[in-house]
Every structure is written in C-alpha cells, then in structure tokens.
C-alpha cells in the first residue's frame, strides 16, 4: 500500500499530514525497516502509515494514553479500515507509554526495532526518559525519530495540553522541550550520529552499541556476624586498657 492509499483513507483526522506520511513511508522503506516502535498514535494516522510502510513482513508496536481508546476512529479502527490490523500491537496505558516500555524490558530486553518514532507526550519529563528507554530496545543501525521539535504547550492547539499548562510556569509552557530531548539527550549521545533535522522532525541513528560480551563486574558487601567470644573478648580488652590508665 502506498502513502497515497492510506492518505485517502484517513483523511484530515489528526495528527499526521499527507505529506508526512509521504516522508515517513519513504524513509522507512529507504533504510529498510521492519520493525517499528511508536510512541503516541492518537486515532492511529500515522500508525497506518507506518503500518503501510513496513509491508506484509513488518510490525509496528505503538503505544498511548487510555484516553486514547475514547477517540472515534479509534486506532484499531482506523487500521482496520485501511486492513492494516494484523501487522499492529496496539497497547493502551493510564500515564505513560514508559510504563508499557519498563514492561518490555523486564520481560525481554532485547533489542528488537528499526526504528522508534516519538509523537506523545512532547515533553521533557517524559520523553526524555523515553529516548534512553527506546535506545535499550533499538537495534544497531536503528534510527530514533522525534517529532514536533519546537512544539510548546503553551501554543497547543488542543484544549486537553492548555488545560495541562495551567500548572507549570512560564519557561516551561514556553520551551520547546522535544527540541531539548533532542539537542541536550540524543544529539549528545556518543552511541548515535547521522543527525539530521528537517521540517518538524529530528532524525538520528545508532551507529555504536557497546559489546554485548563486554566484562561487566559488581560487588556485593556483606556484614558478618560477629561471634559472641569474641565481643566479650574485645569489651574484657576494652575494661583492662581503662584500668592501666
């Protein structure tokens, strides 16, 4: 299925424009990509393209909030709709896709994905945690997607992140914070370089994992009990150095 495919089948429904889904679909197709990992998926729009673009032997696990799951289309819906169901591991969560992501660690830390496009919470607090979590499950060679670099909150066009900004300070609403996670966390990453930006979008590959056979050591210490004899032994000590004085 091309861009233009699933470009008519979607629509105008946020938050992924047909030219987008154009650039995505040809970057993943470009690069090889098989296995994706998104995080944020709203109605699913980009889902469906990046579901498209993968083809029949690709997959795409995407995550999002459980307010999700209220959206009409749905992401499930939306997929299969354009009959792109079956290649798609939808997970819903109540707070944060990183907890769905500590899931997949804890059960399997292997690194799995092609590619990890970031499209959620455009934050600091969480998307900058999402990136090193992401880089555990990325392969070698895997590229690390950001979108909206210099969305701010206090610009949002949504009512759900203007209401969301009434509790944080002005520097925070006005700081373009995927932009930071980007500059401050990846582009400083001595495991990632190809770093390109273009329209909204931040691109970066993984051009080094460290070995896997490399000697990793820890040290564990552990109190012993001390023998009862020799507590006494230490306190008979103790009371006849006091009387000699």
């Known amino acids: 299925m091309e861009a233009e495919e699933v470009s008519a089948i979607v629509g105008d429904l946020p938050w992924m424009t047909p030219a987008q889904g154009k650039a995505i679909t040809t970057f993943v197709r470009a690069q090889g990509i098989r296995d994706v990992l998104e995080l944020g998926f709203c109605h699913g729009v980009s889902t469906c393209y990046l579901a498209a673009a993968v083809g029949a032997e690709g997959s795409v696990t995407t995550i999002d909030k459980l307010s999700a799951r209220s959206l009409e289309p749905t992401a499930e819906a939306l997929l ?81 992140s203007r209401e969301r900004s009434a509790s944080m300070d002005a520097d925070e609403r006005e700081t373009a914070q995927v932009r930071k996670v980007y500059d401050l966390l990846v582009r400083t990453h001595p495991d990632y370089g190809q770093f390109r930006t273009e329209d909204s979008w931040g691109y970066a590959r993984k051009v080094v994992i460290r070995s896997a056979g490399e000697l990793r050591t820890e040290t564990v210490v552990k109190t012993l009990p001390v023998p009862l004899e020799m507590v006494r032994h230490l306190m008979d000590r103790e009371s006849k150095s006091k009387a000699q004085r």
Not at 118 to 142: K, P, Q, T, V, Y
């Open 80 to 160: 299969t709709r354009a009959g792109l169901r079956g290649r798609v591991t939808v997970h819903y969560e109540a707070r944060s896709y990183n907890w769905r992501l500590m899931k997949v660690l804890e059960s399997d830390p292997t690194p799995r994905f092609d590619l990890c496009f970031i499209d959620g919470a455009h934050s600091w607090l969480e998307d900058g945690f999402a990136f090193f979590l992401a880089d555990r499950l990325l392969r070698e060679g895997g590229w690390i997607v950001l979108d909206d670099l210099d969305w701010r909150i206090a610009t949002a066009p949504d009512p759900k």
